[in-house]
């Protein structure tokens, strides 16, 4: 009798042990598939942050190309301003096709319309680590709205 109460305890000594085993196998296995789910979404995040830092330099070195025309164009509107005004003074130097260019010259028509990107507004801004380029980018999209 006392052959046959023991053995059970025994046995089921041993189906706790191995049922704490599996609880640990399988928590050690979710762990472990959280830890490369995060590393997954990490990498990820990191190829989304170079994707969107390099279109930000594209964007603004666009906006710089056309700054620096605008600034070209507007030198050359006040070299024509210049000019026109020698006309005044020197009656001589004056003739229709040359005042007709100049004059052309002086109408404003340009406009610096820069590329403002989306970030702040679409939520990617959070994917950038870097928090100065952030805010400044935060800024950027701030000045340009209220520009316009």
């Not at 053995?7 to 050690?28: N, S």
């Not at 789910?37 to 990490?42: D, R």
């Not at 509107?77 to 052309?104: C, G, M, P, W």
């Amino acid at each position: 009798m006392e052959n046959k109460t023991g053995k059970p305890a025994f046995a089921a000594g041993r189906y706790f042990k191995y049922a704490i085993g599996e609880i640990i196998l399988v928590m050690v296995g979710i762990l472990l598939a959280l830890q490369v789910n995060n590393w997954n979404e990490q990498r990820i995040e990191k190829q989304q942050e170079s994707a969107i830092l390099s279109q930000l330099l594209l964007e603004f070195k666009s906006n710089l190309e056309q700054l620096d025309q605008k600034i070209n164009s507007k030198n050359e509107t006040i070299n024509s301003a210049l000019q026109l005004f020698k006309y005044i003074d020197l009656e001589e130097l004056r003739n229709k096709d040359s005042v007709d260019y100049h004059l052309a010259r002086t109408i404003p028509f340009t406009t610096f319309d820069p590329i403002v990107n989306n970030l702040a507004i679409s939520g990617e801004l959070r994917l950038i680590k870097n928090d100065s380029l952030k805010q400044k980018l935060t800024y950027w999209t701030l000045n340009q709205k209220r520009k316009k």
